[in-house]
């Protein structure tokens, strides 16, 4: 039986895309638990970790990926931070299968520093480090996915079938 698939990694590594092309293709839904956050507490992430804090978003963060994880199978991609959480991480071992869109961090700071929609993790007065600085403290627990998707290019549909040709 497919299991949900689950996109992981960095923000701004085009999880979300790269999600949407590949559920069109398996012909499955497609969810982002960045977007269930906010439905749920009806305000934006960056406001989110404004007015409640980060501590307070990472439980939210939990509750909500655990139960979007243990349900119909589905392609989930996840916000940067969430497979940093042993709990989710746990869960997606049991009832998905995790892909890490591994995207070059030169790709990730042009995408970032075009965005409009601002990271609060983010220092934006020095992209660049805070970027690698990110990168440098999770890519260990990233590199715990059942698979690695390395990707230098734009081209999602590449990104895609690399995906579909291991499952
Ligand atoms: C975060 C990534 C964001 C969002 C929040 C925290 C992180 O999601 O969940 O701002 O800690 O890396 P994207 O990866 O979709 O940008």
Redesign the pocket.
Known sequence: MLKTIVLIG???SG??SVGKELAKNLNLNFIDS?QEIEKKCKIS?PSIFEKKGEDYFRKIEEKICCKLIDGKPKILSL???AFINSKIRKEIKKNGVSFWISTNLENIYDRLLQSKNK???LDYNNLKKSIKD?YDSRKEIYKKADYTIRTKSDNKKNIVNKIIENL
């Open positions: 960095m923000m701004g999880k979300t960045d992430i916000g940067g931070g990271r609060p993790m990110i």
